[in-house]
């Protein structure tokens, strides 16, 4: 397996785990504007892989116990637009840990620009959808990450 064969994989720089996208036409209008439902795609694809470099397996967990994340708030606001063809980051910093849930804040850049701000609430939730503790291990990981500078925490 080569590397053009493996998926693309963000990470942490300090407390900002940062994951690159292009736009592609599939997220646009007609007019090569990025639709607005996209951005929150856009922002779960970084989650998810936030919580994998983070060490944490949700795919395991949703196996093994049925648990998982479910976003339960969501406050975004639009500030500018981004256009089919742009190389975008997802930036993404962890805002509050709780013992079921982490709030995170997420932010659509395009070079400098700040496109659009977001902060999401995710709840922990048993697979009866009721509200449970994170992993002990999760919530040790989650407030290590948010202890951290600038320096590199790639290896949490």
Same mark, same amino acid.
């Given at each position: 397996?080569?590397?053009?064969?493996? @998926?693309?994989?963000?990470? $942490? =720089?300090?407390?900002?785990? #940062? $994951?690159? !996208?292009?736009?592609? $036409?599939? *997220?646009?209008?007609?007019?090569?504007?990025?639709?607005?439902?996209?951005? !929150?795609?856009?922002?779960?694809?970084?989650? =998810? *892989?936030?919580?994998?470099?983070?060490?944490? *397996?949700?795919?395991?967990? &949703?196996?093994?116990?049925?648990?998982?994340?479910?976003?339960?708030? %969501?406050?975004?606001?639009?500030?500018? @637009?981004?256009? &089919?063809?742009?190389? &975008?980051?997802?930036?993404?910093?962890? /805002?509050?840990? #709780?013992?079921?849930?982490?709030?995170?804040?997420? #932010?659509?850049?395009?070079?400098? *620009?700040?496109?659009?701000?977001?902060? %999401?609430?995710?709840?922990? !939730?048993?697979?009866?959808? #009721?509200?449970?503790?994170? @992993?002990? /291990?999760?919530? /040790?990981? $989650?407030?290590?990450?948010?202890?951290?500078?600038?320096?590199?925490?790639?290896? %949490?």
């Amino acid at each position: 397996m080569s590397n053009l064969d493996t @998926p693309y994989r963000g990470g $942490f =720089s300090g407390r900002e785990h #940062r $994951f690159a !996208l292009t736009v592609y $036409f599939e *997220d646009t209008d007609t007019a090569g504007i990025v639709y607005y439902a996209n951005y !929150l795609k856009f922002m779960e694809r970084a989650r =998810s *892989d936030m919580l994998r470099a983070a060490g944490i *397996d949700q795919k395991a967990e &949703l196996e093994r116990t049925g648990s998982a994340y479910a976003v339960a708030e %969501v406050s975004v606001r639009y500030r500018k @637009p981004a256009f &089919l063809g742009d190389d &975008l980051v997802v930036v993404s910093t962890l /805002e509050a840990v #709780r013992a079921v849930s982490v709030t995170i804040q997420q #932010r659509v850049m395009r070079g400098p *620009d700040l496109l659009t701000d977001a902060m %999401v609430t995710a709840a922990f !939730l048993t697979a009866d959808q #009721r509200p449970q503790r994170q @992993p002990k /291990e999760w919530v /040790e990981r $989650f407030k290590a990450i948010a202890a951290r500078g600038g320096e590199d925490a790639s290896n %949490v």
